[in-house]
C-alpha cells in the first residue's frame, strides 16, 4: 500500500463528527434594527475607517459640498452632468471650486484629468451599516473613474437607504435581477499596509472620503 492509500485510509475509517451548529444570522445582521440605529452605526464605522459624514439635507447638500470643497483649498471638482444630483450642483457653478463636467472620453483629456482634478462627487446608490460601506454602481453618466482617480471623493446618501447589512440590501434592491458591469462597496478611503501591518492611505485611490448623509424632508442636525 503506497503511503497515500495509507492516508486515504486512515481518512475513511476517521469517526464522522457532530454537525456544526450554525450561527443565529438573523440576530446578528440586525434584521429589526430600528433605522436611527442603522444610520448610527453606518457613521461610526465610516468615521472609524477615516471617511467624514456630514449631515445634511435635500436642499443644502450643494451648498455644503462645495463650502466643504473651499475648505479644503480643492480648486476643481469632477462631477457626472447628466445626473439629478450632478444638475443640482451645476446649478451653484458660481460657487468655489471650479465644477468641471465629465462630457468627454478619459482619453481625450488624460493629463488633465490625472493631474488637475482635485476632486470627484458622485452618488451612492445604497450603504450597509454593519461594514460602514458604500455601495455605487457606475454607469456611462456617472463612471467609475470619477470616484476612482482624484484624491478626494465626495459622495451624496439618503439616509433611507443604508441596510443592516449587504445580504439585506441585496435582497431590498433585488440584485439578483440585474446588475451592473462594476458594482463597487466602498469603506473608507483608499489605503494599504505593508507585512507590519502598518496603514498608509491614498496607494490605490483617493485618499480621502467624504460622505454627505442626506436625510428627507428634514433639517440637517
Not at 445626473?83 to 471650479?98: D, E, V, Y
Amino acid at each position: 500500500m503506497s503511503a497515500r492509500d495509507a492516508i486515504l485510509a486512515r481518512l475513511q475509517l476517521a469517526p464522522a463528527g457532530a454537525p456544526a451548529t450554525l450561527p443565529d444570522l438573523s440576530g446578528w445582521r440586525g434584521i429589526d434594527e430600528p433605522a436611527a440605529a442603522r444610520t448610527a452605526r453606518f457613521r461610526a464605522n465610516m468615521e472609524a475607517a477615516h471617511a467624514e459624514v456630514h449631515d445634511c439635507d435635500e436642499q443644502n447638500w450643494p451648498e455644503l459640498l462645495l463650502a466643504i470643497a473651499a475648505a479644503k483649498g480643492l480648486r476643481t471638482l469632477l462631477f457626472a452632468p447628466q445626473t439629478k444630483h450632478g444638475i443640482r450642483l451645476a446649478a451653484c457653478a458660481s460657487q468655489a471650486p471650479h465644477l468641471v463636467p465629465y462630457d468627454r472620453p478619459a482619453a481625450a483629456w488624460k493629463p488633465e484629468f490625472f493631474d488637475g482634478i482635485d476632486a470627484g462627487f458622485t452618488a451612492a446608490k445604497s450603504a450597509v451599516a454593519a461594514t460602514g460601506s458604500l455601495i455605487l454602481w457606475p454607469d456611462t453618466r456617472e463612471p467609475r473613474l470619477i470616484s476612482l482617480v482624484p484624491p478626494v471623493h465626495f459622495v451624496l446618501l439618503d439616509a433611507a437607504a443604508i441596510h443592516a447589512d449587504l445580504v439585506a440590501a441585496m435582497r431590498a434592491e433585488r440584485w439578483a435581477d440585474g446588475m451592473p458591469t462594476n458594482a463597487l462597496v466602498i469603506s473608507g478611503p483608499s489605503k494599504t499596509a505593508d507585512i507590519q501591518q502598518t496603514l498608509a492611505y491614498g496607494a490605490h485611490g483617493p485618499r480621502e472620503l467624504v460622505v454627505l448623509l442626506c436625510r428627507r424632508g428634514s433639517a440637517s442636525a
